[in-house]
């Protein structure tokens, strides 16, 4: 079978995929979710004109002329208005947050004033009309459109939806992404594997990718490489109705590959299966039911570098998030031979310098390292059949952090 294009296997995983459904979250609950529907407020804030400073509130036309001794005749403190209606040659104590009380239209900021201790003050420096009072509504009013559908809730977002008077909102489904190991070979970490064991590691990293981009995790363990050990974990995927369930491992054609086996038989409608594009050629994907099949490919740098390419924007997609991978052109500091039919994806260190992003890949690219994926902060990309390059040419690198 010829290899997918790496483009075609992106667009054909990102075709019809799309957010399943809302719910209503608190407030406390909303950090990082993505708004399902346009946001208004339920009140004006704020909600009466408000002192915008500790001082006191005046006409401006008593403090034209100065120094102006006025009359205080009561308290405004945040969240006790004064009543009353102040009349000419009067003021009020007034606070920041405070209504502005009837018949004035200024706040004076107490260090403008002296307080003469018979219950009244001098105002010794001029406010223009006006000033240092917030309007109604200068925030936001009542019926306003104040976030839009698709927004991620990042901090203001929150407080801007809490001083609307919202306790809870209602956000797009955070995609379950079911992980599945698959191998006879893999021990949990803190295990003593024996003499022809290793530890499972690829879960994690995985993981780590799914929650970056807001999607949840069920971490189903490890099946052994048997039909029925593996059918069960997907059993259990799906009745978790997981939006996407990623089996790592087994994907390639060994005889104790049995990913694809098991997941047809229970019926995975089969969409694709080995890209041109290394590491992770045996990449897999397929529906089943409600679920999308994400078959990584077990060479734990190829799991999480397709992680990265497809797992990524997949579950950004279907979050309702915006996602791109953080692309950027480089220059090669190394010689490199011409590529063959897959895409490369080589682990490199990217240096800011004066002349711009030099580029050095790593010597040995074996996609069983991963000290090399964690050393490295960026995979060059190299498109099928690019041509041999000498130190100094230009490369496009895709930052991995
Ligand atoms: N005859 C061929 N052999 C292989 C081909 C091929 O085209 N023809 N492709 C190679 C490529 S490329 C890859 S990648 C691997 C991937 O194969 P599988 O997806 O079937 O992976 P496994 O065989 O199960 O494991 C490969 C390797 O990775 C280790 N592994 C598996 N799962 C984990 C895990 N959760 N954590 C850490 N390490 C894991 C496993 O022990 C193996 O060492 O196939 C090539 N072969
Ligand atoms: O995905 Mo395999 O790692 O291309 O070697």
């Not at 006790?80 to 009020?92: A, D, I, L, N, Y």
């Not at 239209?105 to 002296?114: F, G, K, L, S």
């Not at 099949?293 to 497809?310: E, H, M, R, Y």
Request: aromatic share 4%; charged share 20%; glycine share 10%.
């Amino acid at each position: 079978m010829a290899l997918l294009p790496v483009a075609d296997a992106l667009a054909r995983l990102l075709d019809a995929a799309e957010p399943r459904g809302t719910e209503t979250v608190g407030l406390a609950q909303a950090s990082g979710r993505v708004l399902s529907a346009p946001l208004h407020a339920l009140r004006t804030q704020p909600p009466f004109d408000a002192s915008a400073m500790d001082g006191y509130a005046v006409q401006a036309a008593d403090i034209a002329s100065l120094p102006a001794q006025l009359k205080v005749i009561g308290q405004a403190p945040a969240g006790k208005q004064f009543t009353g209606t102040v009349g000419p040659g009067e003021c009020v104590r007034i606070f920041t947050g405070a209504p502005v009380p009837q018949g004035t239209d200024t706040v004076v900021i107490q260090e403008n004033v002296r307080d003469l201790g018979n219950g009244e003050i001098a105002v010794l420096e001029p406010t223009l009309a006006g000033r240092n009072i917030r309007a109604r509504g200068l925030d936001f009013k009542q019926g306003d459109l104040i976030l839009d559908a698709g927004r991620v809730l990042d901090p203001a977002a929150l407080s801007l939806i809490a001083a609307a008077n919202h306790p809870s909102v209602e956000v797009l489904r955070a995609p379950l992404v079911a992980i599945i190991a698959t191998g006879d070979e893999l021990l949990p970490p803190g295990s003593n594997p024996g003499p022809d064991q290793i530890i499972a590691s690829n879960a994690y990293g995985v993981a780590a990718i799914v929650q970056s981009v807001g999607a949840r995790v069920l971490d189903l363990g490890i099946a052994a490489d048997r039909t029925e050990a593996i059918s069960a974990l997907v059993a259990k995927a799906l009745a978790a109705d997981a939006d996407v369930i990623v089996t790592l491992g087994g994907a390639s054609v060994g005889d104790h590959d049995l990913v694809h086996r098991v997941l047809t038989d229970l019926g995975m409608d089969l969409n694709f299966w080995k890209i041109a594009m290394r590491p992770g050629k045996p990449l897999m994907f397929g529906r089943l039911g409600n679920s999308r099949c994400v078959g990584l490919p077990g060479n734990p740098v190829a799991s999480l570098i397709c992680s990265q390419i497809f797992l990524k924007p997949l579950l950004a997609k279907l979050g309702g998030r915006p996602y791109s991978p953080h692309m950027r052109n480089g220059i090669l500091d190394t010689a490199m031979a011409a590529n063959d039919l897959r895409q490369d994806f080589v682990r490199a260190i990217a240096r800011e310098t004066a002349e711009g992003l030099v580029v050095t890949p790593y010597l040995i690219q074996d996609s069983s390292m991963l000290r090399t994926l964690a050393d490295a902060n960026c995979a060059i990309v190299r498109v099928p059949f690019a041509p041999a390059v000498e130190a100094g040419s230009a490369c496009q690198v895709m930052m991995l952090r």
